[in-house]
Each structure stands twice: as structure tokens, then as C-alpha cells.
């Protein structure tokens, strides 16, 4: 029968040990293995030694499994730190209440300017004082004889004002927003409007010309502002509402008649003629023409009439839109 290499070492006996006996023990008949219960595989011994060997990684992880779950925690623990900082840093949605809040805040906090005050502002700058001049008979004082409102139409100078104003003038003078004035002649008139078209001679470099606004989505009840002089005051800004579209105006001693006319109800009086009228946004959709007073004394009671602009601005040739 064929040797079998030993499954153990035996180590050397104690007495061979003590002796000082260079010869090798003899080695021991191996083991047989039981037919019917194989041996269960065991540890490793080391010869000579009869304790389990551990294998090197085992005692590397030994050494090092509390460190390093330790530091698999820390990294566990840091990273949730990090999302939840991110998350509470990262920007809210706004809702509905976030936005009214706001908006509450900055109505209690902050005087904002009115719709009227912002159309003034806007179109303050393109409005001027038209002032009819006779010369007087010793050729020393010029004498006004009356005065309204025009408005500013192009850079190069065209205004726009009522027939009435300038009719009778000898001559014709505007005031301009920065305070200088100049000489203006009448280049156009349409009395079935009774507008008139002025252009001064001198313009100042920083004028500002009016924005034009059509009337064709107009309604009553939508806010105006009436900008002129009145009683040669101004200018003067009064408030109030479209009262009605497509209005007809007999002059007092019926000697003409006016058609398609804004009916309005901010104030306006006797100066106030050629002015513009004015939306919110600072547009002009009329020239302010006439005020209905059934006695004599030609003070506003609520009823004012203008011109479209669409009929105004075709006395220049332009189309506004």
C-alpha cells in the first residue's frame, strides 16, 4: 500500500528534546481516515506549535474593524450634515401668501406715486402756454389778449392748439417747459375741429414730444387728466373719467357745430383750450376744446368735450399710430 504524505507534523517528544538527540524522531504512521466520517477540515497548525494560525488579513482587519467602521460612521454623519444643510440653504419655492405678504408690507411701508402723477410727470414736459400778442399802438408794450394750451408734436417744433386761441392774434408766442419762449406762426387750421397747427421758430434742444395714443379702445369711465392754464394758472393738472364717446357740441351762439367729440369730466376752464388730454400712461387721445355751461359765466360744472387725436394729428400729415 502506497504512503500517504502525513496530514500533521508531530512534534519532537520532550525526552528526545532534553536528551540533546540530533537523530529525527521516526515519524508516525498516518492516520486512517474512517470511511464513513471524513474528517472535518480544522485550522492550520504551525509545526511545533499546536495553537490555529490566523491569516495575515484576518489579523489586519482584526486590528482595524473598530477604527474603521468608526470612520465610515464619521463619513455616514458628515454627509447627511451636508445634505440637510444643503436643502435648508437651497431657495424656497414662493407661494401665493409669500407674495401677498410682500406685497402688504410695501403698500404699509412705501407711499407709491399716484396713476395721475405719473401721467403728469410723463407728459408735463411736451405742454406749453400759448399767449396771442397785439402789439401795442405806441410800438412799445406788446398787450396779450389771451391765452390757452398746446402741445408739443414733433421735434421739429409743431404744436397742436385750438382755432380760438390764436383766430385773432396778431402774433403768437410759446412757453416751453425749460422757461424759454419763442415766436410761433399758424401753418395749419381745421375749423370743422377747430384745431389749429402751430411752429416755433426757436425749439429747445431737450424738448420732448408728446406720445399719441388712438381712441379706439377708449371707454367711458376710463381715467384722464386735463393739463393746461387755465386763467393762464398753470400748468394745471385736474383729474376725472371718460364720460362719453362720439358727442356733439353746439358753440353758445350756435355758430358751429362740433361731432365725434371725448366727453369728460376733469376740470377744465377758459386757458385750458388746445391742452392735451391724457390716459394713465401718459398718452394724448384728445385736445381739450370746449366745456358746457348753459349761463354765462364760462366756469367748468362737470362737462368738457375734445377732439380725437386721430382728427387733430391729420392736420400735420401725420398718422399718430
Known amino acids: 500500500m502506497k504512503r500517504r504524505t502525513p496530514l500533521y507534523s508531530r512534534a519532537p517528544s520532550s525526552d528526545a528534546a532534553s536528551s540533546g538527540n540530533d537523530a529525527a524522531a521516526a515519524p508516525a504512521e498516518p492516520a486512517p481516515f474512517a470511511p464513513h466520517a471524513p474528517a472535518a477540515p480544522g485550522p492550520t497548525l504551525v509545526a511545533g506549535r ?14 482595524y ?7 465610515v460612521g464619521g463619513l455616514i454623519v458628515l454627509a447627511l450634515v451636508l445634505v440637510n444643510g444643503l436643502q435648508q440653504n437651497a431657495p424656497r419655492k414662493l407661494t401665493q401668501k409669500d407674495i401677498d405678504k410682500a406685497v402688504l408690507h410695501t403698500l404699509n411701508n412705501k407711499l407709491l406715486p399716484s396713476p395721475s402723477a405719473n401721467a403728469y410727470e410723463i407728459v408735463r414736459p411736451s405742454v406749453v402756454l400759448v399767449r ?15 391765452v390757452g394750451t398746446g ?22 408766442k410759446v412757453l416751453f417747459y425749460d422757461g424759454s419762449e419763442s ?9 370743422e375741429h377747430d384745431l389749429a397747427v402751430l ?36 400748468p394745471t393738472a385736474s383729474a376725472g373719467v371718460v364720460s362719453g364717446l362720439k358727442r356733439e357740441f353746439r358753440s353758445p351762439k350756435g355758430q358751429r357745430v362740433l361731432t365725434n367729440l371725448i366727453q369728460f369730466d376733469a376740470m377744465a376752464n377758459p386757458g385750458s383750450s388746445g391742452g392735451p388730454l391724457v390716459t394713465m400712461d401718459g398718452a394724448v387721445v384728445g385736445i381739450v376744446t370746449a366745456i ?7 366756469v367748468f360744472i362737470g ?17 399718430p399710430f
Open 199 to 234: 411752429k416755433a421758430r426757436v425749439v429747445p434742444d431737450d424738448t420732448v414730444v408728446a406720445t399719441l395714443r388712438s381712441t379706439d379702445d377708449l371707454r367711458p369711465g376710463e381715467q384722464v387728466l386735463a393739463v393746461g392754464f387755465p386763467f393762464g394758472i398753470g
Open 151 to 172: 402741445v408739443v408734436i414733433t421735434e421739429s417744433g409743431m404744436i397742436l392748439t385750438n382755432l380760438h386761441v390764436v383766430a385773432h392774434a396778431n402774433s403768437v
Open 65 to 71: 474593524s473598530a477604527p474603521l467602521w468608526m470612520m
Open 183 to 191: 415766436e410761433a406762426t399758424v401753418v395749419n387750421v381745421m375749423p
Open 132 to 146: 396771442e400778442i397785439t402789439p401795442a399802438k405806441d410800438g412799445e408794450k406788446e398787450i396779450e389778449e389771451g
Open 292 to 298: 358746457l355751461n348753459p349761463t354765462e359765466q364760462r
Open 303 to 319: 362737462i368738457g368735450f375734445a377732439v380725437p387725436i386721430e382728427n387733430a394729428a391729420s392736420g400735420v400729415g401725420l398718422h
Open 50 to 63: 499546536g495553537t490555529p494560525r490566523r491569516s495575515r488579513w484576518q489579523g489586519i482587519a482584526r486590528r
